[in-house]
């Protein structure tokens, strides 16, 4: 089955810089790749996500880029602010969101 | 409107005594629906999933169990709880590719 590794662990940024997730996947299968977002005791909430036939995909502040030869995939966040601040989750699928499987999630601290 | 309900929102047990968290949709019909199971400062596991009624797949072997009596309404259950059973238990309902969590049940067996 599918298996997504996620990296780094915890991340610690000043307000206004930028901020990088990286996740890899096992499953050659995969076609959605979405993230999420989880503030503290909150629900994990949907902010992106991309499908295996595009590379890039932007909205705001946020964009998700995806290698499919390398099965890697990333989440930029620029001019990052306190608000920002969560448990970011990548996840892949290899049925159009069918079974989702889930990174192990990135702490975010935006220092203002 | 198209909404999840889980509850409770947080329950304290014994070890040994049962277990009974329940989750419906509104706004939709025949939807997937999932468990998932968060550990402290962990990621989310995927327990069971379902594509209709009374049709339950399990992805790791357990003491928890989970059913579907009813098109909107999925139920996760225990015999018997056991320590290792702690944490923040999520229903998630399938909304096209992404998914909608419930609020969430944080458990805590004792």
């Known amino acids: 089955g599918e298996n997504v590794e996620q990296h780094p662990s915890t991340l610690s940024v000043q307000e206004g810089d930028s901020a990088v997730i990286k996740c890899t996947y096992s499953d050659s299968a995969s076609n959605y790749f979405p993230w999420y977002k989880q503030e503290l005791g909150k629900r994990p909430q949907l902010i992106i996500d991309?499908?295996?036939?595009?590379g890039e995909k932007k909205d705001q502040r946020i964009a998700v880029t995806l290698n499919k030869t390398a099965k890697h995939f990333s989440l930029h966040i620029t001019e990052t602010q306190p608000e920002d601040s969560a448990v970011y989750f990548c996840a892949a699928s290899p049925t159009g969101g069918f079974k989702t499987i889930f990174g192990a999630g990135t702490r975010l601290f935006v220092k203002a | 409107s198209q909404t999840i309900h889980q509850w409770p929102a947080t329950l304290v047990q014994p070890v040994g005594s049962p277990l009974s968290l329940e989750c419906t949709v509104e706004?939709?019909?025949?939807?997937?629906l999932y468990w998932y199971r968060q550990a402290a400062g962990r990621g989310l596991q995927l327990l069971f999933y379902s594509v209709g009624i009374g049709q339950i797949s399990s992805e790791v072997p357990q003491n928890l169990s989970a059913s579907r009596p009813q098109d909107r309404q999925f139920i996760l259950s225990s015999k018997k709880l056991l320590l290792s059973d702690s944490g923040f238990y999520l229903c998630a309902w399938q909304v096209g590719y992404g998914y909608t969590f419930g609020s969430g049940t944080r458990l805590t067996v004792v």
């Open positions: 991309i499908r295996s036939n595009v």
């Open positions: 706004g939709t019909s025949n939807p997937n």
